[in-house]
């Protein structure tokens, strides 16, 4: 069955640092998404993506985020400056378009552990 | 804006026992439903969605939801559990109409004792 991956798995990193979070959506896949699930806290919303422009980004997507899709294969979330608070799972999905309604679901990715100290 | 309440943060329940994890949304407009399982040290994995259709929607492995629209519900259920469901559970919703963002619940940890 197709996957979502995402790479690293783990990431620890410097408070202040940049840090790039890759994922690679399942190929015939048009909408990108990142989420994030802080720990012990809902899993929230971060961003979608499609034909090449941001669809939609929630309050938390300032301006020390950005994703990008760089090869036409992966598709990044950059951080500019990390925060101890940015430390979370963060999960890629992709979504194909819907012929059908029955279509309709997001794949996820196994998530990447961004541990900010 | 649609919102997930999901009661229980967790449930112990005893092997081959019956088990429900409640879901309740809110939203204005008509929408989507879904349940997602994390097992541990592992991604989120779509278990079971209501798109539109048949109230009752089944997952492979044996569970169950009902969308009841008056209540505003989407409970989970499973006559039967097993060791191997022990895992996180997240209710979510969203919007109808193309690829929305989804909106999730808190989560309920189910713990299955053997």
């Known amino acids: 069955e197709p996957e979502v991956t995402q790479t690293p798995s783990h990431q620890v990193t410097q408070m202040g640092q940049e840090v790039i979070l890759r994922c690679v959506p399942i190929?015939?896949?048009?909408?990108f998404y990142w989420y994030r699930q802080i720990l012990g806290q809902k899993v929230e919303f971060l961003v979608s993506?499609?034909?090449?422009?941001?669809?939609?980004k929630s309050e938390i997507f300032d301006d020390q985020f950005s994703v990008e899709r760089p090869d036409g294969s992966n598709f990044t979330l950059k951080i500019r400056s990390t925060k101890l608070e940015d430390s979370a799972m963060y999960f890629c999905a992709s979504s194909e378009l819907p012929d059908r309604e029955y279509n309709y679901g997001y794949t996820f990715g196994s998530g990447t552990r961004l541990t900010v100290v | 804006a649609q919102s997930v309440t999901q009661l229980d943060s967790q449930v112990p329940v005893f092997e081959e026992a019956p088990v429900e994890l409640r879901c309740n949304y809110s939203s204005s407009v008509s929408v989507y439903l879904f349940w997602y399982v994390q097992y541990p040290n592992q991604g989120l994995q779509l278990l079971l969605k209501?798109?539109?259709?048949?109230?009752l929607v089944e997952s492979i492995n044996g569970f169950e939801a009902e969308f009841n629209k008056s209540q505003t519900s989407f409970h989970l259920r499973k006559p039967s559990v097993h060791i191997s469901d022990t895992a996180e559970y997240f209710c979510?919703?969203?919007?109808?109409?193309?690829?929305?963002?989804?909106?999730f619940g808190i989560g309920t940890k189910l713990q299955v004792i053997p």
């Open positions: 209501y798109l539109s259709g048949s109230t």
């Open positions: 190929s015939n896949h048009l909408y």
């Open positions: 979510a919703v969203s919007l109808r109409g193309g690829y929305q963002k989804v909106t």
């Open positions: 993506f499609y034909n090449n422009e941001i669809s939609e």
